[in-house]
């Protein structure tokens, strides 16, 4: 595997199930990132993870979890989700450099969310 | 309050003409613009970016421009090939971590 992988690819769930994405990245990158991007709206970001801790948390509603166990894997655990929680949710990683103006983030392909 | 705005949802372009995409901001804060590709099934990959300090920068068949007084990003692709087809976000950078989205331009080229 190289890159970011994300499974599954595609997720149908109820209201009441608990179900989790993950994300891998092959990179060897110290950041990760759980973005949300709705139907015709932009990339949302929702968590940052950098050295395994979490950095940034943007207002996200406590049915999303995430974790990062590892500095290369990230789960984003789902429970009790809303229909508009339906969505394309994307992980990225990057390697931080704090003496770079930036860091390129590099996108894992999606899990395509459809909450019943 | 979106802070990047992509007005076009869509552009559709004759294969070797110039596909120009647009991106307004709000915040004079951001310091650094890129610009992604997305294909279907697939997440975005990051294509050209620019300094806050600089106005333009050339990568083969891309060119990004900056007008910072005017608070405007624009791609341009020549020339266009069916290849490029995909949707173009803009992305403004404003932290280590953080990144404002567009909503994106869907590119077709058409041949």
């Known amino acids: 595997e190289t890159g970011v992988t994300q499974t599954p690819r595609h997720l149908v769930m109820g209201m009441t199930n608990k179900k989790s994405l993950k994300c891998e990245q092959h990179l060897g990158h110290n950041a990760m990132y759980w973005y949300k991007q709705s139907a015709k709206k932009p990339l949302e970001l929702m968590f940052v993870y950098n050295f395994k801790e979490q950095t940034e948390n943007n207002s996200v509603p406590s049915r999303f979890s995430p974790e990062c166990p590892n500095s290369s894997h990230l789960f984003l655990h789902l429970h009790t989700l809303q229909p508009e929680d339906s969505a394309l949710y994307l992980c990225?990683?990057?390697?931080?450099?704090?003496?770079?103006?930036?860091?390129?983030?590099?996108f894992g392909p999606g899990t395509r969310l459809t909450v019943l | 309050d979106q802070q990047v705005k992509q007005n076009s949802p869509s552009l559709s372009v004759q294969e070797g003409r110039i596909s120009i995409l647009n991106c307004d901001y709000t915040n004079s804060m951001f310091d650094y613009f890129l610009w992604y590709k997305k294909y279907p099934a697939e997440g975005p990959t990051f294509l050209i970016s620019i300094s806050s300090i600089k106005d333009k920068n050339e990568d083969g068949r891309f060119t990004v421009f900056l007008n910072k007084s005017a608070k405007h990003l624009s791609l341009h692709i020549v020339p266009s090939q069916p290849g490029d087809s995909a949707v173009y976000f803009c992305?403004?950078?404003?932290?280590?971590?953080?990144?404002?989205f567009g909503s994106g331009t869907q590119l077709t080229v058409l041949p």
């Open positions: 992305a403004l950078h404003r932290s280590a971590r953080q990144l404002t």
């Open positions: 990225a990683s990057s390697q931080e450099d704090q003496l770079a103006v930036y860091n390129e983030q590099f």
